[in-house]
């Protein structure tokens, strides 16, 4: 049985963990097109949580995570 995330903002530990994740991967599509990204949200909305994502997917030192977007909307874009 999948796990809620409350309080998790770490994207590596919401998908190993298995938590119920709702996929955002779009959003690395967005960085990509455009020259300068400016996000506001409000509080609870998944700011940090994205960044981790775009951490994960963008780092050079995190290459051993590639597994984390198996399945999800990003890695069906070539």
Do not use: A, C, W
Not at 13 to 34: A, F, G, P, R, S
Not at 40 to 57: E, Q
């Amino acid at each position: 049985m999948k796990k809620i995330p409350v309080g998790i903002e770490n994207f590596k530990e919401m998908i190993d963990d298995q938590y119920y994740y709702i996929d955002k991967t779009e959003l690395i599509n967005d960085v990509m097109n455009e020259k300068l990204v400016l996000y506001t949200r409000p509080r609870r909305f998944g700011k940090t949580l994205n960044m981790s994502m775009l951490y994960y997917f963008f780092s050079h030192k995190e290459k051993t995570n590639v597994y984390l977007f198996d399945g999800l909307n990003v890695s069906k874009d070539k």
